[in-house]
């Protein structure tokens, strides 16, 4: 207690100095009440001028945790993701909706957030914007470098106005350096910085991963960087500005990889697929309707493998009696035990290895993941009821807490759908002054 009040202080001290008394704020660090259901981040305000994906997933992550999210779009066409489709969620009959639905990209990554349809290419757009950052605890946008700064939106204007915001920076190569004005796109990232190159068959092509996965690591050491400079804010009352990009994040996962590199010296190994340099049999096998992954990662495991696949005198075999034997025998070991995997089902080898301590894992399509037995004992899909849509299926927030739920509390949002309650309850508007906004394009 004695804490919060000092920081309260502080703040109060520090806000009072800064702008006006009707734009002021007090940020302190909102308590944590376990038992009835608080979540960690309520009572926090995010201004989300992001789009796409990087940025969207992690605004997605703090209104899961609580937060309230105002999601800044473009007044006509909204997140460019709102057009991405197909599939869309068709309207439902009798919505005011026009056209195919909402998008699925876009539903994937902006429930727990409310629609603000504004241009800040006026004046007026760029004065709500304003009001609205010396209301809010953390600001994220994902622009390039320095275009922000035209419009008065930029981390150096707003701290003027908002000491304590927390403003987050998404960009594809950071606010420094010699790629810095590039235009950053997950696919050219994972290409550039060394994703790509280890990732595809053993003598195949460099392929992409399936998902965009640099945007998506951005928006999660994004997330938990916001969250620490909450932490330290509590501690001095100032907030920070976060500098995160799609390079430096692809970089800082490619982990161990890039740690053999950095310790040897040398060039990386390359592609393996889904197979490991250095263990063997480790990787995918063909069966007879698709394919199943086994991890023989020590000697012991090795040996369950054999005696399932009814091969037990390999245990023996001075070609693959240890793992480095294995390694070295690698095309021909892999090769025979692909003729056997061969001649049965998926299926079948799940039960032959059920209970026996071996990892082994049938690798599954999307469809079949989200229906998987598991992923419903882990509610990892949920349904929620959509205003225009109906109810909509969703990937549930992954991480369980003891004592607190993050919830899929609002579905969302269709483009402008808060626009009113944003303008009028932060901002201070009218009905009649948000009617002449919308009369000149300025919000929708």
Not at 10 to 36: E, K, Y
Not at 267 to 295: C, M, N, Q
Request: some cysteine; proline content about 6%; charged content about 25%.
């Amino acid at each position: 207690m004695m804490r919060r009040s000092l920081f309260k202080a502080i703040c109060a001290s520090a806000l009072s100095r800064s702008f006006p008394a009707t734009t002021r704020r007090c940020f302190a660090s909102s308590p944590v009440r376990f038992a009835d259901g608080t979540l960690p981040l309520e009572g926090y305000r995010v201004l989300d001028m992001t789009r796409v994906l990087a940025g969207p997933y992690c605004t997605q992550i703090l209104g899961d945790l609580g937060a309230e999210v105002i999601k800044i779009e473009h007044p006509v066409r909204g997140d460019d993701t709102r057009a991405w489709g197909p599939p869309y969620a068709s309207y439902k009959s009798g919505s005011s909706m026009e056209g195919p639905g909402e998008s699925a990209y876009f539903l994937g990554v902006n429930r727990n957030k409310k629609s603000l349809a504004l241009s800040f290419q006026d004046p007026a757009g760029v004065e709500i914007l304003q009001k609205l950052a010396a209301k809010c605890d953390i600001l994220v946008e994902n622009y390039i470098p320095g275009s922000l700064k035209k419009y008065g939106l930029d981390y150096e204007t707003l701290r003027q106005i908002n000491p304590a915001l927390i403003y987050a920076s998404i960009t594809g190569y950071g606010q420094t350096g010699p790629y810095s004005k590039r235009a950053g796109y997950d696919v050219m990232v994972e290409a550039e910085f060394g994703l790509m190159h280890i990732t595809g068959n053993r003598d195949g092509p460099p392929v992409k991963v399936g998902v965009a996965v640099t945007d998506l690591t951005t928006g999660l050491y994004t997330s938990n960087s916001i969250m620490a400079a909450l932490l330290a804010r509590a501690k001095t009352g100032r907030g920070q500005w976060i500098d995160a990009c799609l390079s430096d994040c692809q970089t800082a996962t490619l982990a161990n990889i890039a740690s053999s590199s950095l310790i040897s010296g040398k060039k990386d190994s390359g592609r393996w697929g889904t197979a490991h340099p250095s263990i063997v049999p480790y990787k995918a096998f063909e069966t007879k309707d698709g394919d199943i992954l086994f991890g023989g990662g020590n000697d012991r495991l090795f040996g369950i493998l054999c005696d399932g696949l009814g091969r037990p005198e390999w245990k023996d075999d001075p070609k693959y009696k240890i793992n480095a034997q294995r390694v070295a025998n690698r095309v021909e070991l892999e090769a025979e035990i692909e003729k056997i995997t061969k001649t049965k089902t998926t299926q079948e080898w799940l039960d032959v290895f059920e209970g026996k301590g071996l990892p082994y894992a049938a690798i599954n399509d999307i469809l079949t993941t989200l229906t998987h037995e598991h992923t419903l004992a882990r509610n990892m899909v949920v349904e929620v009821e959509h205003e225009e849509c109906g109810p909509i299926k969703m990937v549930n927030s992954p991480v369980k807490y003891s004592e607190t739920t993050p919830t899929i509390r609002s579905p969302p949002p269709t483009l402008g759908q808060h626009t009113d309650e944003v303008l009028r309850d932060h901002v201070g508007l009218s009905d009649e002054q948000i009617r002449q906004l919308r009369e000149k394009g300025v919000v929708r």
